[in-house]
């Protein structure tokens, strides 16, 4: 990469929206050192030429564009830069470390809710399908009210814990309280207890329309469990200690929507991977698949889910995204 005489400043914001002044940054650091010309810089952030020229002019006039990047997402910006180019992603949002993984959670649960408001504000009809998880339910508390009648929103996990009751970290329910776009709720198990009752399940007829929205869904986020001894779909009973250690005696690093993957990203040939009642994992590239997840303890999973293209999109944190770039 080539590097100029380039700094983004640590400046006031008080005359700024912190958005506004990382979205500046995010221009002047494609514009001066990853040399884009201005087209580019339009199209990767999904603005018009004219807004990518006074992106660009916003960062220059705050005082931003010294001698040297000192921003502190410059640093963010190269780092995502490097896993897009490394692992073919074809979106990667890095967000600052900060003193703690809770903290590091809540950012980039924010920067998903940024991402989620974008996609529902676009006028275009969108199929939004969403998993389950504690970032993506941190991320939907940080969304504001949104008008998107022309937009549907889909669970493509069970709704129900093991005990019957709403599973808390799925997050349909709250995200249906902020947008006025119809959701379709899946009112099953996360994992059944048979295949057999997977599969009658499934074969409802009131569940037809919801399971096609979700195999048809242009856009999906997902969170990315681990399968260590603090694994969520253990702690919230999905599965119990037998089944873990099973599973991860045939290889599993980790799961989404319950569906448990080895270190290539390849399901667990497995009797509870035929039990889960999610929607079957793509890797159709023309469905996005963002996972929002953090924490040195997700980075083989993260890994092995990149490795299988069971993801093409990733937001996580400064730490991680070193990691993964690591050894």
């Given at each position: 990469?080539?590097?100029m005489?380039l700094e983004?400043?640590?400046?006031?914001?008080?005359?700024?929206?912190?958005?506004?002044?990382?979205?500046?940054?995010?221009a002047a650091?494609?514009a001066?050192?990853a040399?884009?010309?201005q087209?580019?810089i339009?199209?990767?952030?999904g603005?018009?030429?004219q807004s990518?020229?006074?992106?660009?002019s916003?960062?220059?006039?705050?005082?931003?564009?010294?001698v040297?990047?000192?921003?502190?997402i410059?640093?963010?910006?190269?780092?995502?830069?490097?896993?897009?180019?490394?692992?073919?992603?074809?979106?990667?949002?890095v967000?600052p470390?900060?003193?703690?993984?809770?903290?590091?959670?809540?950012?980039v649960a924010?920067?998903?809710?940024?991402?989620?408001?974008?996609?529902?504000?676009?006028?275009?009809?969108?199929?939004l399908?969403?998993?389950?998880?504690?970032?993506?339910?941190?991320?939907?508390?940080?969304?504001?009210?949104i008008?998107?009648?022309?937009?549907?929103?889909?669970s493509l996990?069970?709704?129900?814990a093991?005990?019957?009751?709403?599973?808390?970290?799925?997050v349909?329910?709250?995200?249906?309280e902020?947008?006025t776009a119809?959701t379709?709720p899946?009112p099953?198990?996360?994992?059944?207890?048979?295949?057999?009752e997977r599969?009658?399940?499934l074969?409802?007829?009131?569940?037809?329309?919801?399971?096609?929205?979700?195999?048809?869904?242009?856009?999906?986020?997902m969170?990315i469990?681990t399968?260590d001894?603090?694994?969520?779909?253990l702690?919230d009973?999905?599965?119990?200690?037998?089944?873990?250690?099973r599973?991860?005696?045939?290889?599993?690093?980790?799961?989404?929507?319950?569906?448990?993957?080895?270190?290539?990203?390849?399901?667990i040939?497995?009797?509870?991977?035929?039990?889960v009642?999610?929607?079957?994992?793509?890797?159709?590239?023309?469905?996005?698949?963002?996972?929002?997840?953090?924490?040195?303890?997700k980075?083989?999973?993260?890994?092995?889910a990149?490795?299988?293209?069971?993801?093409?999109?990733?937001i996580?944190?400064?730490?991680?995204?070193?990691?993964l770039?690591?050894?």
């Open positions: 990469m080539r590097w005489a983004v400043m640590k400046t006031p914001r008080s005359a700024q929206t912190p958005k506004k002044l990382d979205d500046a940054a995010r650091w494609l001066y050192v040399g884009k010309t087209d580019e339009a199209r990767l952030l603005v018009s030429r990518a020229q006074r992106l660009v916003q960062a220059m006039q705050a005082g931003l564009v010294k040297r990047i000192d921003h502190p410059s640093t963010c910006l190269d780092l995502s830069a490097r896993l897009q180019d490394r692992f073919g992603l074809a979106l990667c949002e967000v470390a900060l003193s703690s993984e809770a903290e590091a959670g809540q950012a924010h920067r998903l809710a940024d991402l989620i408001e974008d996609r529902l504000s676009a006028e275009a009809p969108v199929t399908g969403i998993g389950t998880g504690r970032t993506l339910r941190a991320a939907v508390e940080h969304l504001p009210r008008d998107c009648p022309q937009h549907r929103i889909v996990t069970g709704n129900v093991p005990d019957g009751s709403t599973s808390y970290y799925n349909l329910f709250t995200l249906g902020k947008v119809q379709f899946l099953v198990p996360v994992i059944a207890s048979t295949q057999s599969d009658a399940l074969g409802q007829s009131t569940l037809a329309p919801a399971l096609r929205l979700a195999h048809g869904a242009q856009f999906r986020i969170g469990g399968m001894s603090a694994a969520p779909i702690r009973g999905f599965v119990d200690d037998a089944t873990l250690t599973v991860r005696g045939k290889g599993a690093v980790g799961e989404i929507f319950g569906f448990p993957f080895d270190g290539e990203g390849a399901l040939d497995d009797e509870v991977t035929g039990r009642c999610s929607v079957a994992l793509t890797t159709e590239s023309a469905v996005e698949r963002i996972a929002a997840a953090h924490g040195r303890s980075v083989p999973a993260l890994r092995a990149i490795a299988g293209r069971l993801i093409s999109g990733l996580t944190d400064e730490n991680t995204a070193a990691s770039l690591g050894p």
